[in-house]
């Protein structure tokens, strides 16, 4: 949503106080701005108090010597000089219609910003004055500065020359700093008492912004006239040229800046999955020059006069599976302001902090309620899965005996089309397939061929591989189910004909695999529970996941363990993906009804801000490593292991994961999914006649929607990992569609594919509009390409 | 240095802005505490005006009511209401005796609060009124809020209760927890006709806080004995006992929760690299309420009432060779907030923004100047390792046209005693020697023998290993020096005979190798430069790596490569714990005089907050993986790459370090080290008199200084990783000396070990007088165990 022309230069002016001099420092630029002979608009969304004769805002407007070149616009008038948060009841009968709440107020803004453009023929400046401090309230409830936030204009900051100005202009600073505003200048008044500038000017060098003192207003006279002319005299004499040239050369480098960093980017760059080769060029690189709530603002270069050079972007892969509520959302930068502020990183062996305790005890009270113990810290999801292979494989040797050699040839029993990080150790607990490999994988275990689930047609579907769809002469190799839900019972489906069918193709398979070639002493389960994600969204059936791990832990052989023991192999959860609402719910555990002895968090985990990630263990696995020797522990760590910026961030976003699963949204998505009878285990945010319809669209093979992901398969003869059959289908959506009434803002859609899977996944915090007009645009896509 | 105290609760109010009523309803906390019989101590570091017989203040200090149990103080008083920098200026000739800098300027709080605490008997409260705004300048420039960090005591705060009052009360908010500062409650003047308190109660009811609007006072009344009796009536009738239990009730809490974190450690943590059968209870643990620059508030529940339950502790490990600033600076907070603020995460292949770009731009001019071409991004400099380990595998295999499972095969080349991170396929290129080691390590490659520089009884030794040592009649197993600077030229050396030495005696091992059982198709060359960290601060004679370097590719058989290709094998430098000025140089590169094709940086890079990683490569690496096929890409990437939190900290750290480059301290310790007529390429922020005196002591074998390392090598027979003996040798630095008279708030040593080798690290800007303390501190230990 953000704005930046390449020939209108707006700034927003915000003040370190009510009070401060906004009004007439901002007049001071426009008529600077005017005198340099560009056309100077002039926009002052709210404003208390009604237009005096000798007001500075009279005076822009009707100050002679730039009438022609200024214009200026005020989208609401108060009468009284309130806070705004009260404004709006005051106003009531007055101008009260036309207080509207936050979207249409930015709208507002923008369709004028709009308008005054293709007013401007030449370069022209714009000037967008907020009321009151940069936190004082708008018509909307919100702060001034989270409410502008979404249009990312440069500002300029008003100090205060007053006593006490020095720390309200810092803390006004620093305010805007935490919303990631751009801060070109910062103007206040001389004053030779308090001498506020002298100290500012320095501190704010250091912080790279020029601070400029100008004289203050000449008092009021006692006549309208007289004042009139006094004032005139004042911005006559007023030398803020300096400043006006200054942000004409900061808005230039800003546009230079984005221009130059296509090319600079591709020269610098080692994109990771990225095959440089197959980028063709500047066009290629998204340029992201700011982000909130879903949408990257993205640089487009070839963009006319008249539009914004910054498009909406919709960040449809949530980041790669991070984002939970958006980005820079202020409850999160205000959480790693708070840990970064207080601790820095400290180190972490033997040592305790609040965030990281906090958080420990959320994840055991959480996905590890009822099985873990212990919280193991590193810093992405793979380390994570290092961990858990690291704790698994030495659970299973403890127990079993084994030694030197021995210990080197253990494996993990998995899925195929897995995948648990690109850390060699986490590769190696997945199967050798295609091109995801390289020259020290090593790939050590036996993989199964699991069934999936997805909906063709209009109806879930159970596909199973073709070792078990010939297993059983009963089975055919696509089941029919009637409905998600009842799909997701696995608990119901324990009995069913199918279950049996699992249990003994599972069994016979283990059995088989004594005697099988190259298969090494299985030590340890990894799964990723209900999906398997960057193996290309695959919806394992959960009932086959849920008997794996039953049937592993019948054929437990070791002496009568503990209650509370591991039993047959150690078994891992790998969540990073699924875990944390992603799937919509908090673990996939209760789901499955199976507890794992290990699991891993990561990804949700942070809200989407750092990488942070967690291992969790039962003390089972935990007393393989307890002992009097120090070579017995898990000699395992990273330099910022459980740093309290991340720990902090994600114990705000497990308070804001709360809140959510109590909004309206939510709510609504979850009873939108309601089936009548079933038990309601599953729902998504994506509307369930969306995913129907879609299913039984000509190009498109399966679908799948659960919690915040979508997964289109599209029909595809030669698909795979390499494949673009769905990146080529989807192209579209990556374009703004320019049609578009010109009211809602357009976006264009950021989606990452899988070979033949395009998939789309909203934060948990997605508003339902976006949500809906992205599902139309997919629909016309798919549509169009029948 | 921050000050908890059992039986004193002490607050520190901030003013969202000068004039707000600190001063009355700190007078008004005061009597509220007072009046639930506890003894109050009121503290106001600076007042600016004199003291009338109406003022607040004066009645504090003279109203009968509670007399006997207030005690009230100012260290400095200024007769003209003006923001301290300039009182400063304008109080010459009248107290300026009393203007002092920082230091002593918290010493003396410090102080005061101490006799205060052991003049109260029972539980006492304590309030410290701050001057003007949170971010009011002090005596000695500093604003408020960073001045009075250290202490870290819990705040309360006044918000604003005007016009314009909102938005300076939230600014206030986020500048504190921008420091990281506990605010326990917020209290402000109830105003029927702005009601900011109507907006300001539910905004921080979700943030935590308890927003307290009180009536205002009475106007002053015409002489001074009415003003003093309405005065008094105000005081009388204003309801504020709530916020006073409350802020009791958040002590307490506080002391609690401190109480029972270690018991709560104890039950959900697992440390890395912890034994937690060695851990023997709650007093093992190390609970960080807080830290800043080089210390940990450390909390200690031992404590007599008297002393502070917090202690400070010198974080002599740079916690995990991570620091660089200390903890907690605002520079890098600000960095944080800013990147949060406006991108959150986002996605980062094919796409670009300004930090990721900035960041990948100064390490191509700094450590990769001259040889790298493309930065990769990762998480830590395990997951970086990785990378470059897939990199250098990846371009030999392809120059070599190794097919299949000839690349399975391939190993490195490296020096015992290496490591390079915890992931599995880190640990795959080190030996598999000692405890460090698990199920799936399986070591790839041949290791090296190196020799190494330390210093003994005040002289440089080089000692060579057995093999090396025998491998020429004319060379002894150790070969003193006269200088380390002579050591540390390297280009000077190449023509030594002792370099001929190291030449023949690689030249031979790789010609041994071809035929060697066990020995693996080596395919990359990793080193990590000047220092082995993990290994034992092991310092090793850079000439050995520098020719190392040169055979390797002395020995390319390749047909003739372009200029700029990698020769014999591609090359990769570790530099995450040496790099960025961790050995007192930017990169180790221009030291060794050989680039290399890969390296990686960590650790400081992010000036010691938030975990990042960055692998570096010659284009020549890069065009391996150049193509037409999505096959041939480097498929290896993390959620969180180049997340831009991490990338604009890392940013300001470079700034940082570049600015420290030229402070005094850092220029003071390089000319203590020059030697006379030698080129000065190395030295140290430790004393190299110290450094000297410490390598002949009795308990000492060897000691190095080089940047801000310091290791020290005690004699023990049976060394090894799992050696306590340093540690016990030290154990008491870990506490503080009782003795130290107050003046001087003492502190004990946090230090780690490597078996048998202490060793002690200093941020970049850790001040002189902290070293020379430690230095001393560590000769006195030494000393005594003589």
């Not at 915000?14 to 420092?25: E, P, R, S």
């Not at 009531?92 to 207080?99: H, V």
């Not at 180190?347 to 959480?366: K, N, S, V, W």
Request: net charge negative; aromatic share 8%; glycine share 6%.
């Amino acid at each position: 949503m953000s704005l930046l022309f390449k020939h209108l230069r707006i700034h927003q002016i915000f003040g370190a106080n009510t009070d401060v001099g906004k009004t007439i420092l901002t007049t001071a630029l426009v008529r600077a701005s005017a005198s340099l002979k560009n056309e100077v608009f002039y926009l002052k969304p709210i404003s208390t108090g009604p237009i005096q004769d000798a007001d500075d805002e009279h005076i822009i407007r009707h100050s002679s010597t730039f009438k022609d070149r200024v214009h200026a616009d005020c989208l609401y008038r108060f009468h009284v000089p309130v806070s705004p948060h009260l404004a709006a009841q005051l106003a009531a009968g007055e101008e009260s219609q036309k207080i509207v709440p936050d979207g249409t107020f930015i709208n507002s803004i923008r369709s004028y910003v709009q308008r005054s453009a293709s007013r401007a023929s030449g370069p022209a400046h714009m000037y967008v004055e907020t009321a009151g401090g940069v936190h004082s309230p708008t018509l909307s409830g919100t702060t001034q500065l989270d409410c502008y936030r979404p249009l990312f204009l440069p500002t300029v900051l008003i100090g205060d020359s007053r006593l006490g100005g020095i720390s309200a202009t810092i803390s006004a600073y620093e305010s805007l700093l935490l919303r990631g505003y751009i801060v070109d200048a910062i103007l206040l008044f001389r004053d030779d008492y308090y001498r506020n500038s002298e100290y500012l000017t320095p501190y704010f060098a250091e912080r790279g912004v020029a601070v400029t003192a100008t004289d203050p207003p000449p008092p009021k006279a006692s006549d309208a006239a007289e004042t009139f002319a006094s004032t005139e005299r004042y911005y006559e004499n007023l030398d803020i040229l300096p400043t006006v040239r200054d942000l004409n050369t900061r808005h230039e480098e800003r546009l230079a800046e984005l221009d130059s960093m296509p090319r600079r980017s591709l020269d610098a760059f080692w994109w990771p999955f990225v095959q440089h080769g197959l980028v063709k060029g500047e066009k290629d690189v998204t340029v992201i020059d700011s982000a909130s709530s879903d949408f990257f603002s993205v640089y487009n270069s070839q963009t006319t006069d008249k539009k914004s050079s910054l498009d909406a972007q919709l960040d449809s892969s949530a980041s790669w599976w991070t984002q939970a509520f958006g980005h820079a959302h202020p409850a999160l930068t205000l959480a790693a302001a708070r840990a970064s502020g207080r601790y820095g990183h400290v180190m972490f062996p033997q040592a305790t902090h609040a965030p990281a305790l906090e958080l420990a005890e959320r994840l055991l009270d959480g996905p590890g309620k009822g099985w873990a113990s212990r919280v193991f810290f590193s810093d992405d999801g793979s380390t994570a899965m290092e961990v858990a292979l690291k704790m698994a494989l030495r659970a299973y040797s403890v127990r079993n005996n084994l030694r030197g050699i021995e210990r080197k040839k253990v494996g993990v029993l998995g899925l195929k089309g897995s995948y648990h990080g690109d850390t060699i150790g986490a590769m190696d607990a997945c199967a050798e397939e295609g091109v995801y490999t390289c020259e020290w994988h090593n790939a050590k275990g036996f993989w199964l061929d699991p069934p999936t689930i997805s909906i063709q047609h209009g109806r879930p579907v159970i596909a199973l591989p073709p070792a078990l769809a010939a297993s059983d002469t009963m089975c055919e190799s696509d089941v029919a189910s009637d409905s998600e839900s009842w799909v997701y019972d696995v608990a119901g489906r324990l009995q069913t004909p199918l279950a049996e069918v699992y249990r003994d193709y599972i069994s016979r398979t283990l059995d088989g695999l004594h005697s099988a070639r190259g298969v090494p002493r299985l030590a340890a389960l990894v799964l990723e529970p209900i999906v398997m994600g960057a193996g290309g969204m695959i919806f394992v059936d959960p009932l086959f996941q849920r008997i794996l791990v039953d049937v592993v832990r019948a054929r437990d052989e070791s002496p009568a363990t503990e209650p509370g023991s591991w039993r047959g192999l150690p078994v891992i959860y790998d969540e990073v993906f699924v875990g944390l609402y992603r799937l919509g719910m908090q673990s996939t555990i209760p789901l499955l009804g199976a507890t794992p002895d290990i699991s891993v968090n990561a990804k949700i985990l942070t809200g989407g801000l750092v990488p942070l990630a967690t291992t969790l263990a039962s003390d089972s696995i935990f007393r393989a490593f307890y002992g009097p020797d120090k070579a017995e522990a898990l000699l395992h760590g990273h330099s910022y292991t459980a740093h309290a910026l991340g720990c902090e961030v994600a114990n705000e976003s497990m308070k804001l994961i709360e809140k959510a699963t109590q909004s309206e949204a939510w709510l609504a998505a979850q009873a939108r999914w309601q089936e009548p009878g079933t038990r309601n285990s599953v729902w998504s945010f994506w509307d369930p006649e969306f995913v129907q319809t879609v299913s039984s669209m000509d190009t498109v093979a399966e679908v799948m929607a659960l919690g915040t992901v979508l997964a289109i398969k599209v029909k595809d003869s030669g698909a795979g990992y390499v494949s673009q059959s769905a990146q080529t289908l989807l192209q579209s959506l990556k374009v703004t569609d320019s049609e578009s009434p010109s009211e809602v803002p357009d976006f264009s859609v950021h989606f990452r594919t899988l070979g033949n899977v395009a998939y789309f996944m909203t934060s948990l915090n997605t508003a339902p509009e976006t949500i809906r007009i992205l599902e139309n645009k997919i629909w016309n896509v798919l549509q169009n390409s029948d």
